[in-house]
């Protein structure tokens, strides 16, 4: 199975914040970013794969700036990292200004995707070849998101995990 770069997973969402999206002081809801944030993320790990994907966890999300009622809105998503059966998404988050066409960032996130068969069983997913450098370093920081989240979890010990142990030595 031949490696992919995060490129051939990049994905771009672009939609429009309508009234019925908005809470009470006309910004987009949280819950719809989020719904969005997750289409979004499974296009790119789908485009990764190649394979039927399904969301195995919402690992980070930062609500860094509101998105007013009106505006284009735009998420990026890139695969950062490949495992043996699971994905790392990356998502940023643009306002696009009406007027200047400037994109401001506004959110993040990261989420984690499993390539499944048909049966719904995981398969294994093609490695992934960061090119950039912000590629190389979310692909770095994805193992000790991963080991972080194990310990956490009491699916890894501890002295197990090189990557963690690493920043504090």
């Known amino acids: 199975m031949p490696s992919r770069t995060a490129f051939q997973s990049k994905t771009i969402v672009t939609d429009l914040v309508l009234p019925s999206e908005t809470n009470p002081i006309n910004n987009l809801f949280g819950g719809e970013l989020l719904a969005r944030m997750d289409r979004a993320a499974s296009i790119s790990a789908r485009r990764h794969s190649r394979r039927i994907v399904v969301t195995a966890s919402v690992n ?80 770095d920081a994805a193992l000790r998101r991963k080991q972080l989240s194990l310990v956490l979890a009491g699916k890894m010990k501890p002295a197990d995990a090189t990557e963690l142990k690493a920043l504090f030595e």
């Open 60 to 139: 980070h999300v930062a609500f860094n700036r509101s998105i007013p009622l009106g505006s284009v809105v735009m998420i990026e998503a890139k695969v950062s990292r490949a495992f043996t059966s699971s994905m790392e998404v990356y998502m940023d988050v643009w306002i696009e200004d009406r007027e200047s066409g400037e994109c401001v960032k506004a959110n993040e996130a990261i989420y984690t995707f499993v390539a499944v068969d048909e049966t719904g069983r995981p398969v294994k997913v093609p490695d992934l070849i960061p090119e950039t450098e912000l590629e190389k370093e979310r692909f």
